[in-house]
């Protein structure tokens, strides 16, 4: 007879007793740091939704309708997520929450930075906000993943007692990310005579450096 109980996250309490302090440290770093790069990424979009995407991929509609389509784009994001949740939910059961993790932090990440570099509707024409829907999708895939992933993982290494706390952990780290975000935008749109463009491109292009600390989290 198994005289292992198992816990509802599908742990075993002989698995449990396995992870080490460090190794509760580590990914309990490696989970909300995620969050935060995930759910900066995010949030760049729908700020940049807001201020920037309306005139610049779709200036050929009036200024109130294009708008709506910018925020149209935005939804999108949102509506793909428990898409995102469940494919990469899976691909974790399989490969591991961490791997699962790295690959949707980087997924958001070159995704946020492809739109940094997109061309806009004047230079390529309706092409353009069609790669930007590309690009947003590839960005709901991402955080659904890791949002659901990063919590999964923090209840499996957890302690039985504190598994409440830890877990929401990686909540605490989306909303650093999202507070970053902003402080981005307010910087580079504050008393900055710089056109649309110019900052549209260089708050999405700091998706690239904000992948190298979770090179450290994560090894």
Sequence with gaps: MDNDKTTSSGVSDAEQVKVTPHDLRLAAWTCSLGSALEYYDFALYSLASALIFGPLFFPQQAHGLAQIESFGTY????????????????????????????????????????????????????????????????????????????????????????????????????????????????????????????GFGVSHSLSVSSLSPLRFTCA
């Design 75 to 198: 939804f999108i994001g949102f509506a793909i997520r428990p898409v995102g949740g469940i494919i990469f939910g899976a691909l974790g059961d399989r490969l591991g929450r961490k791997f699962v993790l790295v690959t949707t932090v980087v997924l958001m990440g070159l995704a946020s930075t492809l739109i940094g570099a997109l061309p806009t509707f004047s230079s390529v024409g309706y092409w353009a906000p069609l790669m930007l829907i590309i690009l947003r999708l590839l960005q709901g895939l991402g955080a659904g993943a890791e949002q659901a992933g990063a919590a999964v993982m923090m209840t499996e290494y957890a302690p039985r007692e504190r598994r409440g706390y830890f877990a929401a952990l990686p909540f605490l780290g989306i909303q650093l990310g999202t507070v970053l975000a902003s402080l981005v935008y307010f910087v580079l749109l504050l008393g900055v005579r710089t056109s649309l463009r110019a």
